[in-house]
C-alpha cells in the first residue's frame, strides 16, 4: 500500500538528549538504507540492512549512532546525547531486493533539531 | 575517497528549451548510476538508473548518458515544463547498494 513512512516528521531535542527516529518501509522490502541530509546538500550514507542484518554501518558518525531493524521490518535509528551537529534530515529509505541495481523508494525524512 | 560533482549553482532555464546537468564523479568506477529528483521538505525520488555498459537511457522526456572514459553522467530534460522545477541528485552506485549522492543541481523553469 503506502510508501516508505518516517516518525516523527520533526523532533526538537536538547543537546545531551537521546533520540529515536523510526522508519517502516514498504513491505516485503528486504533493503533499508538511512541518510543524513545536510541543508543544500545531497544525502550521506549512514547504514545499511538487508533483513534484520546489518551489512553496512561504515557511515554512522560516531558511536553514539546506533541503528536496528530487529525483525527485518521496521528500523529505529538511535542518537545518544546529541550535539548540535546532529541537526539534520534523517532519510530513510528501502528497496525490492538485495542487489545493488534496485531503485530505492526514501520516506519524508524526519528534521532533527537540536537546540 | 570518492568524490561526486554537480553544478552547485541553480538552472535557470525558459519553458519548452532542454535542460542538461551534469554529473562528474572521481576516485571510483562505479558500475552503474541513478538520479534522483527532490522536492523541498520531501525524500527523492527515483527517474532513472544506468548501466556501465549502457551509454544512453531515455525514459519519457528524460534522457540520461553515462560515459565512463570522462566519468560523466549527463541529465537532460526535453521540453521544459515549470512542473520539472527541483533539485536533482546525480548517485553512482556501490556494489554494496549504498548509493553515493552528489550534492545536485536546482532546477528553475520559467514559464
Known amino acids: 500500500g503506502a510508501g516508505v513512512s518516517q516518525s516523527p516528521r520533526y523532533k526538537v531535542a536538547k543537546r545531551g538528549q537521546d533520540v529515536a527516529l523510526r522508519c517502516d518501509p514498504i513491505s516485503g522490502h528486504v533493503s533499508l538504507f538511512w541518510y543524513q541530509q545536510a541543508l543544500g546538500q545531497g544525502p550521506e550514507f549512514l547504514t545499511y540492512f538487508q533483513n534484520e542484518a546489518q551489512l553496512d554501518k561504515s557511515g554512522l558518525p560516531s558511536d553514539r549512532f546506533f541503528a536496528e531493524r530487529p525483525e527485518g521490518s521496521v528500523s529505529t535509528l538511535k542518537i545518544q546525547r546529541t550535539q548540535q551537529e546532529d541537526s539534520a534530515v534523517y532519510l530513510c529509505?528501502?528497496?525490492?531486493?538485495?542487489?545493488?541495481?534496485?531503485?530505492?523508494?526514501f520516506g519524508p525524512g524526519t528534521r532533527l533539531t537540536v537546540l | 575517497s570518492q568524490k561526486i560533482e554537480q553544478n552547485s549553482e541553480a538552472l535557470n532555464i525558459q519553458e519548452g528549451k532542454t535542460a542538461t546537468l551534469t554529473c562528474n564523479y572521481t576516485?571510483?568506477?562505479?558500475?552503474?548510476l541513478q538520479w534522483y529528483r527532490q522536492d523541498p521538505g520531501r525524500g527523492p525520488v527515483f527517474l532513472l538508473l544506468?548501466?556501465?555498459?549502457?551509454k544512453e537511457k531515455r525514459k519519457e522526456r528524460l534522457k540520461v548518458t553515462f560515459d565512463t572514459t570522462l566519468k560523466q553522467s549527463l541529465f537532460h530534460i526535453t521540453a521544459s515544463q515549470p512542473a520539472d522545477s527541483a533539485t536533482y541528485l546525480c548517485a553512482p552506485g556501490r556494489p554494496s547498494g549504498q548509493l553515493v549522492f552528489g550534492t545536485g543541481t536546482r532546477l528553475l523553469v520559467s514559464p
Open positions: 544506468i548501466r556501465e555498459n549502457e
Open positions: 576516485n571510483y568506477s562505479p558500475a552503474y
Open positions: 529509505a528501502s528497496s525490492l531486493g538485495g542487489t545493488s541495481y534496485n531503485e530505492q523508494f
